[in-house]
């Protein structure tokens, strides 16, 4: 395991390195205690996830021998699919082998639906690559601004005469900026206009709404699924792997047949839908790990200065040399959190990404408060 000596190292490295080529060449290392970790509720070690894990494993071996349109349709495949639609409250459900896949397979594959896709400025990779395998014109409007969206379909339609087909693409937790986005504004802007809404929850499930559904949840709004799709992944909150589509049972035949990651890929080794599966009997079974999760949120938001919210990712803004400050004064206490560097954000927008967990200890929010309050120029939130 390195020592704090060679975390600064590495990081002076990767900094110098990024400074001359704008490019990463080497993976970090994965620190002791890291505070960039989406193991939201610390389920990747739950005792009752881990023992699901190996019955299953010694029970069907190690992987799933092929894609399940071949030989690796494993059942647990479906009763991990009537879980998870169950808890997105949708009326059925697709697993992948990741969430990336997921969101590539469903852009793509739904592209033979739509004319236009609208994009959020702020998207994950995954999304964006789905947009460019769907190969339909993809219009990036300004993060989280319906009126704009609003606006380009008034003047399309005036100077066509007809409306597009289209489909809007965004997050609900913004994987780096910790925000939400507007799903009230969004869906009744897909329900005026006859569009459709895909919303990617890989970091709102079982982060926010009060059990823990997700975006939703939180605003109170159940979802249209003749309009909206919702993708996620079993890799963040629920601390396994495997991504997920919860649609109307339509949309799910055109991905099975027609959704390239999900054809073209190897299943889910049995093991890993197991430990998927009981995370989210624990996660449906009640709001205590929520809760807790919101509970320490609040505390680092508090010991930050940062707004409330219910939002476990917490950016810190600066200079970039504030930034590494902050850096090397966690390190102090043995405390780990990488640099976000683009193109993963935008051009000048470096930041360090906190994200609480359930692995966190109380003493560590204390430490980061202090670190950040000794560096000037810092931003939280
Ligand atoms: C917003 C978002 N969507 C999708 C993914 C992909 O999920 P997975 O890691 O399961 O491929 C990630 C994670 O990296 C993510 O942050």
Redesign the pocket.
Known sequence: MMGNQGYLEANDRLLQELDRSGQRKQLPTRGEISLSSNDYLNLSRHPQLIEKGIDELRRSGTGATGSRLLSGNHPLNRDLEVAIASFKNGPSALVFS????A?LSTIGALAELVDIFYSDALN?A??IDGLRLARKETIVFPHNDVQWIERDLEVRARSTGTSPRFMVVT?SLF?MEGDMAPLRKLSDLVDARDGLLLV?E??ATGTVGKEGRGGFEQEGLSWDPDRVLVTG????AMGG???FTVCHPDYRELLISRGRGFVYSTALPPAVLASNLEALRILGAGNDLVKALSQRVSELREALGAPAGQSPIIPIRGEKKALASFQEYLLESALWAPLIFPPTVPEGSERIRLSVTLGWETDWIRRIGEAFHRETGLQAG
């Open positions: 990741t969430g990336y896949q969101n994950h995954s999304l997050e994987s990617d890989a970091h992944t079993f890799s963040k792997l495997g991504g």
